[in-house]
């Protein structure tokens, strides 16, 4: 379908999928969050999936667990109820720092129609004062590995307190690090309050109302900006914090919410540009001119397509999405180079059909699809590995073109061997 002469063309796919399930956010949400636990109501695919996933990092002490739905279980609803009820209280019991627990809905509990709301709002009467339990799904029937954020965020949002006070609401997980350093900049801007959403600690969730101007940092969080916003936040439209251009658009847009003067937002922010341009360019000098094709798998894709050809000179042979939401999105499509080929879905057959007979030399995709294609002599870069890496900001677009870079310079360096 094409939707006019110069906007990206899009095909709508549906069909076999090769991506995660939403159970995979628990690796960057736990970190987020040190005082949650994210217990999956699961199978033992699921415990091996989110161990292995998480395997990518490293990290001291895990703080998810895998109740593990056996024969008996898928049996008897009771059984199931009891077993985890007895499962969360020895849990609580052993981990006294525990404030949130997150039951995480999965295939094998959706399955057997096992109620994780009902069962949360017992766990809550039984564990009053000391705990708060929520659920969401991570299933992969529902769900692909970045909705899994926006499923825990929306079960977060009821909670969280009521202001007319106005703030800056930034939403999305973001490196430790990263967010300091661009709640610093809003700060300078003059943009006194700035909250975020996770927040650090789980029980100190930010307040919401209609003096609230909500930025999301990631493309993926539609259900979470629909309720802020029936809360009373305010969306601002900006195109995401990756590159140069998509990050100073991103703050500039908050800055314009807040009625401050351009002039002092081009004060701050354009010696930070000007140094993060030269920071792309060795990367842009190997990326430029290369043809790059994007499976769908984090939503991450547009904006990291739009920052792949416009700052670095990449041409994009296709740009896959797992879903395409036209509001979230419509500034990223608007930078777009015209006629750009978008995908929504995923028919794998047809999808691959068509990029190996575009021979691209890089290919973004996840995990179970990487090692084929480079072993048919295509470069690939992992989709989860942006999702871990802090890549969000001006400061960070010369890594950011860098992780895109790296993979091109490995497969020259196999080649050359
Ligand atoms: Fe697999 Fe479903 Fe468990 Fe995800 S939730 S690991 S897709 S069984």
Redesign the pocket.
């Known amino acids: 379908m094409v939707v006019a002469a110069s906007s990206p063309s899009l095909i709508r796919e549906s069909g076999q999928r090769e991506v995660f ?3 995979t956010s628990i690796v960057w949400l736990h970190r987020r969050m040190p005082d949650a636990f994210f217990l999956v109501v ?2 033992r ?2 415990a091996h ?1 989110v161990q292995s996933a998480a395997g990518v990092m490293i990290f001291a002490e895990p703080r998810f667990g895998t109740a593990i739905l056996g024969e008996r279980d898928l049996a008897g609803l009771a059984d199931a109820n009891e077993e985890l009820d007895r499962l969360v209280a020895q849990l609580l019991e052993r981990r006294p720092e525990i404030r949130t627990l997150f039951l995480v809905g ?3 509990s959706e399955v057997i129609k096992l109620d994780l709301a009902k069962a949360a709002e017992r766990l809550n009467r039984q564990h009053l004062g000391r705990v708060t339990v929520l659920n969401y799904s ?4 529902e769900t692909t590995f970045t909705q899994g954020e926006d499923g825990a965020l929306q079960a977060l949002i009821p909670l969280m307190p009521a202001t007319d006070q106005p703030q800056l609401l930034i939403a999305g997980t973001l490196a430790d690090g990263v967010e300091e350093r661009l709640t610093g900049l809003f700060h300078r801007l003059g943009i006194e309050r700035v909250v975020s959403l996770p927040p650090r600690r789980s029980s100190e969730l930010p307040a919401v109302g209609p003096g609230t101007r909500l930025l999301l940092a990631q493309p993926f969080l539609s259900g979470t900006a629909r309720a802020l916003v029936d809360r009373g936040a305010q969306l601002i439209q900006a195109p995401y914090p990756l590159g140069v251009e998509g990050s100073r658009a991103w703050m500039a847009a908050a800055a314009a919410a807040f009625g401050i003067d351009p002039a002092v937002v081009a004060e701050l922010l354009d010696p930070l540009v000007e140094r993060g341009r030269r920071a792309l360019e060795p990367h842009r000098a190997l990326l430029a001119g290369r043809r790059l094709f994007l499976l769908p798998d984090s939503q991450l894709e547009i904006p990291l397509a739009r920052f792949l050809s416009r700052e670095c000179g990449m041409e994009l042979v296709e740009v896959g999405t797992p879903y395409l939401d036209r509001q979230l999105m419509a500034e990223e499509l608007a930078l777009l180079p015209p006629g750009t080929q978008l995908s929504e879905g995923q028919h794998l057959e047809n999808q691959l059909e068509r990029l190996r007979a575009a021979r691209p030399d890089l290919v973004l995709c996840g995990l179970g699809l990487a090692n084929p294609l480079e072993a048919e002599g295509i470069a690939t870069k992992w989709s989860i590995e942006l999702v871990f890496s802090p890549i969000h900001g001006i400061d960070q677009a010369g890594d950011l073109a860098e992780l895109f870079a790296r993979s091109l310079r490995r497969r020259a360096a196999l080649s050359f061997a």
């Open positions: 399930c939403g159970l699961g199978s695919t699921c999936l999965s295939c094998p991570g299933s992969g029937i």
